[in-house]
């Protein structure tokens, strides 16, 4: 049995244990609240536990007295929370329908974009593959297998092992007021700089022939990519090169829940783009003085080189044949080729 079906099998295990493990956690958390409920309220001095659909109705029902008090009406998160109703839920459903919903609006919102411009060959200026499309047999499988991360397997990840992970182990603060705009600055770099470092190296690891067939070939079907091709990924390839290096500086940082839902969400943008097969000039995803998008698009065509953004490539000249097959096309109007 090769890896990659140990891959598979490991998959498919796990998907079937966690979802039969989130469902009865699901079934256990409400079953609680609803012991919970007080069974005369208006002669209970408590109140359900928050976090649930019936504790918020409670709320509304039998509390509005006191649900009326309102948080620091200066932080805008916190106010946020309120008025929208979203701070009667418990911190796990917060943490996983937040992190989950973004991921399913910016990674289709974003590659609904690009299908119009593919359709309508829109900007031919900027595409970088001459128009090329991968094969429509491709294309389904990825389409059917990120719909399973985004809408199954990502969500019970995020719910059984993000949760307890980040928020409860790390200290991730979900109602705490926002963090000051050097907080900010501070945390995003460090997050970016670590993503950028760890994605390099753990990358070039999965080329190594050992681990390349059982781990990266998969990702690598994509000799011409495309913006949907940024998550086809086994489970392995998914959680050492995509979850670890975008999540450690915010957990390094213990950040805030929302910058770090904020940097997740560029990443997504970001990975659809380098696989659009489009390089804008001035794209605010993708901008550096070198042209990453060409580079990542260079690594899925020829498969050798440039594992990183540009730094570390430039750092350990793994670019150097993208350089060399720039030179060879004659493109001189690129920065760093
Ligand atoms: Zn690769
Ligand atoms: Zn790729």
Redesign the pocket.
């Known amino acids: 049995m090769t890896f990659y079906q140990v891959d598979q099998l490991f998959a498919s295990i796990s998907n079937q244990f966690i979802s039969f493990s989130w469902t009865y956690s699901i079934v256990i958390d409400y079953f609680y609240a609803s012991m919970t409920l007080p069974i005369a309220p208006q002669v209970c001095s408590s109140t359900p536990e928050n976090g649930s659909t019936v504790s918020l109705l409670y709320n509304i029902a039998f509390n509005s007295s006191t649900d009326i008090s309102l948080p620091n009406e200066s932080d805008p998160w916190l106010t946020f929370l309120h008025y929208s109703g979203i701070d009667s839920y418990d911190d796990r459903i917060i943490f996983t329908a937040g992190l989950c919903l973004t991921n399913i609006i910016l990674f289709y919102g974003t590659n609904l974009i690009f299908y119009i411009m593919y359709w309508y060959d829109m900007l031919p200026q900027y595409r970088i593959n001459g128009g090329k499309m991968p094969s429509s047999e491709l294309t389904w499988d990825c389409l059917k297998e990120t719909a399973i991360g985004n809408f199954i397997s990502q969500p019970i990840f995020a719910y059984l092992l993000g949760y307890p992970l980040l928020i409860t182990w790390v200290g991730m603060p979900i109602r705490a007021p926002l963090p000051s705009l050097r907080v900010w600055v501070r945390d995003w770099l460090i997050a970016f700089v670590l993503n950028d470092t760890l994605f390099y190296w753990i ?1 070039r690891l ?2 190594h022939p050992l681990l390349y067939k059982h781990i ?1 070939k998969h ?2 079907m994509f000799h011409t990519p495309i913006g949907i091709s940024a998550s086809y990924a086994t489970m392995l390839e998914s959680l050492t090169a995509g979850l670890i290096p975008t999540i450690t500086g915010c957990c390094l940082m213990k950040s805030h829940y929302l910058l770090f839902v904020c940097f997740i969400g560029w990443k997504i943008i970001e990975g659809i783009e380098l696989h659009s097969g489009y390089a804008f000039p001035y794209s605010p995803f993708t901008f550096t003085p070198y042209p990453v998008t060409e580079r990542h698009d260079f ?1 899925h065509s020829h498969n050798t080189g440039c ?1 990183g953004g540009w730094f570390w490539d430039w750092v350990c000249g793994t670019d150097k044949t993208f350089i060399e097959f720039k030179k060879s096309k004659n493109i001189k109007s690129i920065v760093g080729a």
């Open positions: 990358h999965l080329h990266h990702h690598h690594h594992y």
